[in-house]
């Protein structure tokens, strides 16, 4: 709402001529002593700029030709005229005076060549990044590498103090050696709190050294280190000011440590409530203080969303954490996830991600680190190894924790599998399950071993594995249900099987997930029979079967309860001792009745449920529930139309009405309460279906909006609506109130009535009738006027099949497949226009009204038409439009904007018959454009993948999309 085209910002740095020193820039802020500076920062799009007394925003990116197009700024370091950047592509300069961005070539190709610190130190400019340290000289403008004698490669910060210069690196501290032009590494980095030095700052003689486990310091007089034990946090960066305090940003907040106090207090923000990106929540996995949500399953733009409970600060990873790039592929999909001691894995649809706990960094694996496959299912971890299964295919991912590698592991040739269902590790064997067979493989030996019936097995193939202390649980192969004894359980000490039915201690022959808590083992079963759930107590090796009366997605347990939850119909919990349930449903607190994948999760204080519209908390102590859900953005991914008014943008998608505020800039959205929901998880299919309440939008697919300074007119799949602004009252109008057909294809106003176009006619409305049926239908048979009326104004409708509608209080222009049908409003007469008169097409897909003039989009390009000259002049790609498929057109003042159908926007300027084109090159979400809208400052463009705003003043572009930002697919 600032002019921001991102909100992902990486760095700030204030350009002033007044400043006293690297480390008073603090001070000057705050005793204004910056009254002619300039603000920089760097996000993932380019850099941005603005005074900072005050002022509109200006961003540049480089030619996508320079950077491959790839603008992300890692950090920023203004020195004079000129600014050196740290880039996920290198080291780079931007000339603010030319405006001229250079990516500085290094001696070095580096597969990971991002920077993270800029530096000048003794007239060089210092880079450092993934790939070491580079050292650029202002004099010969030569670019040399300069890691010799560094502890780690992977530089996180650069700081110089009075005569020194310093390295903070993966493996601990640095200090350069100016005679010698090398790195020597510190004599304390081993007593680090952890070698990572992520943060870096100096005042009297200290320099102040963060980690993302804490705060240490170092006094260079008497080289002495002293950790800081009372400031335990992941350090991001540190400011020392002049009052004894240092600052410092972390992951939890804002810490303000005293010095001679030796105390700390924590700022935050406010409770976060929205703290997601998507609205599905699922694999929800306790680490210690931390609780991991998966975000991700349906974009580019998803995350992993982590929960500090002592603090309560939430923190997302995106793509943009992770990968440090908006070009770089990106996964889609995470699909499960793992809590080890020192890291957390997950598998993705492409690729393992590793996040390193102790060192707060990222991993990314694929195909070219070794992976069998990018498109990846279930994931285990032994001491040793990591083990991943793919999708389809038999090749297991190997993960030597010891050598950092991944190996591709195939089965042996005379084992049958067609695809690995399941997956376990005991200890150094791992185990795994496919629909024909159950196999074996000791990660110490390389040896596989298959297990049939003939061994003991209840039957072939395993649906599900899991290992505990004493056996291991197979639930048999869906495949092979010729018997009902579905579960084997195999005791490792004698190196037998023992196996289960249903005519001894099952409650059904077909199992789906084995759980093993710390008491017991529970059998869960098809979720959508209502055979309960089994226990097996390891206590005393008893049998029980616990049935809700509902079939069962995921359980959980505590000491007092079991908690399940039910396919759509919420959660139940079951409490032991006295064998009574409770029902939790929608209208009791859950955000929705059905449970994600693996979203139930129970500690000592609240029930964690992650549903597909959020994160549902249920508190033990106070029995009330805290929902924690998506940031509203865009309902949908198609924008069909778009319009405006003077404090809202309103946004028509597949998926429902969505509301931008352009002073607040947040999202409000509107969708079609009740009717049918299709629910895919878990391997199923479910449909809800709720009676349609007649008080909201009709139907979620939105083809058409017009917006009046009353009234919002949405047409849909399934009629018209009409939205009072003033009293937030919602009017729906189908075939019963007299609308021609519920498919409604466009809406238009003329200031006295509401036209609709449908698939069967057009009806007129009045614009401020409380009559819901006073609806007048016009149809191809509908006679008009009498036969003594000449034959030109006889005509009726062309074709009942309405593709487009635009009117003024003189004329109604209606667009059809067959050409274009003109009612004049005045006389009540209908006029029939194809290519005889001057047309390019009879296909009409838009219509824009410019005054005198009339605008046409056919699928051959653009016709005008002049009412006062009745000239016809049409533009092809011949003059410049960027495709003769045009969708939508709008009219700014003296300037046209075409939208086409795979080609972009095309800019017309008709008095000096001047045209521009933009593409996803110049910042379009999609080339694709299907609806414009035209506003004093910004014009909106409806889009295959998104809704994108042009700023006309600064050039600026800006993506919004379902997701939260552009895709860059």
């Not at 508190?619 to 405006?644: N, Y």
């Amino acid at each position: 709402e600032d002019g921001l085209p991102t909100p992902y910002v990486t760095r700030i740095d204030v350009a002033s001529q007044v400043r006293e020193s690297e480390q008073s820039g603090v001070i000057e802020i705050s005793t204004g002593r910056l009254t002619g500076a300039q603000v920089w920062i760097g996000t993932d799009r380019g850099l941005g700029t603005r005074p900072y007394s005050g002022g509109e925003w200006a961003f540049y990116s480089p030619p996508k030709s320079t950077t491959n197009g790839e603008a992300f700024v890692t950090a920023v370091k203004a020195n004079g005229d000129m600014l050196w950047l740290g880039t996920s592509s290198g080291p780079a300069m931007y000339d603010t005076t030319s405006e001229q961005w250079t990516q500085l070539e290094t001696p070095r190709n580096h597969s990971n060549a991002v920077v993270l610190s800029v530096l000048v130190h003794d007239e060089m400019v210092w880079f450092g990044g993934a790939a070491g340290v580079w050292r650029y000289s202002i004099v010969d403008q030569k670019v040399h590498h300069a890691a010799e004698g560094l502890p780690d490669t992977y530089v996180n910060v650069l700081f110089s103090t009075e005569d020194s210069l310093w390295a903070g690196t993966r493996q601990g501290l640095a200090r350069y050696d100016v005679g010698q032009e090398r790195w020597v590494s510190m004599s304390f980095n081993a007593q680090l709190p952890v070698s990572n030095v992520t943060a870096l700052d100096f005042q009297n003689g200290i320099l102040w050294i963060g980690t993302p486990q804490g705060l240490g310091s170092y006094t260079i007089a008497s080289e002495t280190w002293r950790p800081i034990s009372k400031v335990s946090y992941n350090i991001r960066d540190i400011l020392c000011d002049g009052a004894e305090t240092l600052w410092l940003a972390t992951s939890v907040g804002l810490v303000e440590y005293d010095l001679s106090e030796d105390n700390s207090v924590l700022h935050q923000s406010r409770p976060v409530r929205e703290p997601f990106l998507e609205t599905k929540v699922s694999n929800i996995k306790f680490d210690g203080d931390y609780i991991w949500f998966n975000n991700w399953a349906s974009s580019p733009n998803g995350g992993l969303v982590r929960f500090h409970r002592p603090t309560g600060a939430w923190q997302r990873f995106t793509r943009l954490d992770i990968l440090r790039s908006t070009q770089k592929r990106s996964m889609t999909t995470v699909r499960w996830s793992y809590v080890d001691t020192d890291a957390v894995w997950f598998t993705t649809d492409y690729g393992v991600l590793r996040y390193d706990k102790m060192a707060d960094t990222w991993q990314h694996f694929t195909i070219e680190d070794g992976l069998s496959t990018n498109d990846l299912d279930r994931i285990a971890v032994s001491e040793h190894s990591v083990w991943v299964s793919p999708m389809i295919g038999v090749e297991l991912s190997h993960y030597s924790k010891k050598t950092g590698k991944w190996t591709a592991i195939s089965p042996s040739k005379e084992m049958q599998i067609e695809r690995l269902k399941s997956l376990a590790v005991d200890g150094s064997e791992v185990w795994f399950g496919s629909g024909r067979g159950l196999h074996r493989y000791n990660e110490f030996t390389g040896k596989w071993r298959d297990f049939t019936p003939r061994d003991g097995l209840a039957g072939r193939g395993a649906e599900w594995i899991t290992a505990d202390e004493e056996f291991i649980w197979v639930a048999r192969s869906e495949w092979d249900r010729d018997s009902n004894r579905p579960l084997s359980r195999y005791n490792k000490k004698t190196e037998r099987w023992d196996t289960f039915s249903t005519s001894d201690v099952l409650a059904s022959d077909t199992i789906r997930r084995i759980i093993a808590t710390k008491d017991d083992v529970w059998i869960l079963y098809r979720p959508w029979t209502k055979k309960g759930v089994t226990r097996y107590d390891r206590r005393t090796g008893e049998w029980t079967t616990i049935k809700s009366g509902r079939g069962t997605l995921e359980l959980a347990v505590d000491d007092d309860y079991l908690w399940l939850a039910v396919p759509n119909n919420g959660l139940r919990r079951f409490h032991f001792a006295s064998g009574t349930w409770t029902v939790f449903r929608d209208l009791k607190g859950l955000l929705h009745n059905h449970v994600d994948e693996y979203g139930l999760a129970v500690d000592d204080r609240y029930v964690w449920v992650g549903t597909l519209r959020g994160l549902s908390r249920y508190d033990k102590q106070r029995e009330s529930w805290t929902s924690f859900t998506a940031m509203p953005t865009l309902s949908g991914r198609t924008i069909r139309t778009v319009d405006t008014d003077e404090r809202f943008v309103w946004v028509g998608t597949d998926n429902g009405l969505s509301r931008y505020d352009k002073e607040l800039g947040t999202w409000r959205q509107y969708q079609q309460e009740g009717g049918s929901e299709e629910i895919a998880t878990h391997g199923g299919h479910w449909h809800r279906w709720r009676p349609k309440r007649k008080d909201t939008l009709s139907d979620d697919s939105v083809s058409s909006i017009v917006v009046d300074d009353q009234y919002v007119w949405v047409g849909t799949r399934d009629g018209a609506n009409r939205f009072d602004k003033l009293a937030l009252r919602w009017d729906q109008y189908k075939t019963g109130q007299g609308l021609p057909a519920n498919n409604v294809t466009s809406v238009s106003n003329d200031g006295n009535n509401i036209w609709v176009g449908t698939n069967s006619g057009i009806g007129k409305y009045p614009r401020t009738s409380d009559d819901l049926n006073a609806w007048i239908a016009y149809t191809s048979g509908t006679e008009i006027q009498p036969a003594s009326v000449s034959k030109e104004f006889a005509e009726s409708l062309v074709t009942d099949e309405i593709w487009c509608i635009a009117s003024s209080k003189k004329n109604v222009w209606v667009g059809t497949r067959r050409g274009v049908s003109k009612y004049d409003i005045g006389k009540d007469t209908w006029k029939t226009i194809t290519t005889e008169d001057g047309l390019a097409s009879d296909e009409i897909s838009c219509i824009a009204i410019d005054g005198e003039r009339v605008w046409f989009g056919t699928d051959r390009g653009v016709t005008v038409y002049s009412e006062e000259t009745e000239a016809w002049t049409s533009y092809t790609t011949k003059d410049g439009l960027a495709s003769n498929k045009v969708t939508t057109i709008d009219v700014d003042g003296t300037e046209v904007w075409i939208g086409t159908y795979n080609a972009g926007v095309s800019r017309f300027d008709p008095s000096g018959n001047s045209w521009i084109t933009y593409t996803r090159e110049e910042g379009l979400a999609h080339n694709g454009i299907l609806s414009i809208s035209v506003g004093d400052t910004y014009v909106w463009f409806g889009t295959y993948r998104g809704l994108s705003r042009f700023d006309k003043h600064t050039g600026i572009w800006t993506t919004f999309t379902e997701s939260y930002g552009p895709e860059d697919l």
